[in-house]
């Protein structure tokens, strides 16, 4: 498949086309794998990259550098944070009586982070925006965070969308406006008031997105830096210390002077 039919059909799930309530009826997701999974590996590889640009915009040691590592990190921080808690995805579908199979948990996965990548790549250029117009180190890495909280409760929000349309595909039902009957229009499918099963399984569901949010931070910890301070010397990674969180609260108090 060629470039732009990978891109063709990363827009399709963005504009809701493969996700549909009709095109998900055998309950298993049919999208393709080969050509979302390339799609995203460029997205973040053009996300990392301009996470990297910072070092070179201020002038840093080896800033070039830190454009190439960044990405190369950037997909591989999407790459082990799937694999790290797809086996649990799978668990918390089965364990809601789900009849997906591990096929349709991998390209659902594949999906979301699609989705969360593309999201992080639309911000790219407000990323170089601020890296030219910004010299604080801690404010672009809050900046980062921001953006990246952002590209993940959306993808995140596709992803329990689209599960709770496969896992029960009979809540699903043609519905006719009277409108619609009365130009015999063919019915469209929508999705009707949630039940029990489904509260569940939204609950179930919800608490692994906490753990793919968790995981994902700690994996950008322990693989950073992306962004460089333009202080310090290049480093594919840094030492070991502390954690995501106490990093982000560190970096406010320098932004604020305190």
């Known amino acids: 498949m060629p470039v732009n039919g990978w891109f063709a059909q990363l827009d399709r799930i963005l504009r809701g086309e493969e996700t549909a309530p009709e095109r998900l009826t055998s309950g298993q997701m049919e999208t393709p794998l080969a050509g979302l999974l390339v799609a995203m590996l460029m997205l973040a590889i053009v996300s990392g990259a301009t996470l990297g640009a910072f070092g070179v915009i201020r002038g840093a040691e080896q800033g070039a550098l ?37 096929m349709s948990v991998l390209r ?20 170089v925006f601020f890296a030219v117009s910004s010299s604080s180190y801690p404010f672009m890495k809050l900046l980062v965070v921001v953006f990246s909280g952002i590209s993940g409760a959306l993808g995140l929000a596709f992803l329990l969308r689209t599960l709770q349309r496969l896992v029960f595909p009979e809540r699903v039902a043609p519905v006719r406006t009277s409108e619609i009957a009365e130009a015999d229009e063919p019915a469209a499918p929508i999705e009707s008031i949630p039940g029990a099963d ?22 950008a910890w322990v693989l950073r830096p992306f962004i460089g301070s333009p202080a310090l010397p290049f480093a594919w990674f840094r030492p070991r210390e502390s954690n995501f969180f106490v990093d982000v609260l560190r970096s406010i108090t320098e932004l604020l002077g305190g």
């Open 66 to 102: 830190q454009v190439f590592a960044s990405a190369i990190k950037f997909p591989l921080l999407f790459v082990l944070t799937l694999v790290v808690t797809l086996p649990s995805l799978y668990v918390f579908n089965a364990l809601i009586g789900s009849s997906l199979n591990w």
């Open 108 to 127: 659902l996965a594949v999906a979301s982070a699609a989705v969360m990548l593309a999201v992080s790549a639309s911000f790219a250029p407000i990323v």
């Open 198 to 219: 489904d509260v569940r399984a939204v609950r179930v569901f919800r608490v692994w997105v906490a753990v793919f949010g968790l995981v994902g931070a700690q994996m």
